[in-house]
C-alpha cells in the first residue's frame, strides 16, 4: 500500500535560518512524483516544488530545494532564507503512475520573528 | 494560464439540508478533475475524481455525490447534510492522471 510519512507534527525556526521537512514514502513501483505542497492560513494548497522519480538531480526552486533519497524512499524538504511568509502546514505527496495522489499528515512550520 | 474556482467560499448549512459546490477551470481542456475534503488540521482525502464529461469515480461511500456536466465543470452535491459532512472541500486538476495536481481555494462548510 503507498503511504507517506511525515515524521514532524511541528517545526519551529528564526527568520533567515535553514529548515529540513521530513518525508518518507512506501512504493514499489519505479516511475511516480513527489511533491510539496504549502498550506498556508489562508487554507489554499499550493504547490512548493515537484520531483520526477526517474531524475537523480534534486528539485530547485528558488529558496526551496529537496534531497531525493530514490534507495531509502525520503524525500525532504529544505527551506533556505526563511521568512514570515513560510509559515504554513506543509504536505509531502506522491502519485504513482495510474494511481491516486497520496498525501502524508503534513508539517506545521513556524517561522519566527 | 490556468485557473480555477471554487465558490462559494464559505457556507453554512442546517443538518438535513441539500448541498452545491462548484468548481471550474479555466484556460485547459479536458482536465482531470478531483474533489477533496479536509477536517481541521489534518490531510485530504479524495472524494471524487473525473477523467470526462460524465465519467465519475467515488472513492469514499457517503452521502454526497458528484456531477461533471461540462468539461471544465465539476460539482459536488448531497440530498440531505450530516454534521459530519462539515470541514474545509478543495478541488483540483491536473493535466493527466498521474501528474501535478493544482488546487483551487476551497470552500469551508460548515453543518449545524
Known amino acids: 500500500a503507498q503511504t507517506v510519512t511525515q515524521s514532524q507534527p511541528e517545526m519551529s525556526v528564526q527568520e533567515a535560518e535553514t529548515v529540513t521537512l521530513s518525508c518518507t514514502y512506501d512504493t514499489s513501483e519505479n516511475n511516480y512524483y513527489l511533491f510539496w505542497y504549502k498550506q498556508p492560513p489562508s487554507r489554499q494548497m499550493i504547490l512548493v516544488i515537484r520531483?520526477?522519480?526517474?531524475?537523480?538531480q534534486n528539485a530547485t526552486e528558488n529558496r526551496f530545494s529537496v534531497n531525493f533519497q530514490k534507495a531509502a524512499k525520503s524525500f525532504s524538504l529544505k527551506i533556505s532564507d526563511s521568512q514570515l511568509g513560510d509559515t504554513a502546514m506543509y504536505f509531502c505527496a506522491f502519485i504513482e503512475y495510474g494511481n491516486k495522489l497520496v498525501f502524508g499528515a503534513g508539517t506545521i512550520l513556524r517561522v519566527k520573528s | 494560464s490556468q485557473t480555477i474556482h471554487q465558490w462559494p467560499a464559505t457556507l453554512v448549512q442546517p443538518v438535513g439540508s441539500p448541498l452545491s459546490l462548484e468548481c471550474t477551470v479555466e484556460?485547459?481542456?479536458?482536465?482531470?478533475l478531483y474533489w477533496y475534503r479536509q477536517a481541521a488540521g489534518r490531510g485530504l482525502q479524495l472524494l471524487f475524481y473525473s477523467v470526462g464529461i460524465g465519467q465519475i469515480s467515488s472513492e469514499v461511500p457517503q452521502n454526497l455525490s458528484a456531477s461533471r456536466p461540462q468539461d471544465r465543470q465539476f460539482i459536488l452535491s448531497s440530498k440531505k447534510l450530516l454534521l459530519s459532512d462539515s470541514g474545509f472541500y478543495l478541488c483540483?486538476?491536473?493535466?493527466?492522471?498521474?501528474?501535478?495536481?493544482?488546487f483551487g481555494p476551497g470552500t469551508r462548510l460548515t453543518v449545524l
Open positions: 483540483a486538476w491536473s493535466v493527466r492522471q498521474s501528474d501535478t495536481q493544482y
Open positions: 484556460g485547459t481542456s479536458n482536465p482531470n
Open positions: 520531483q520526477e522519480a526517474y531524475k537523480q
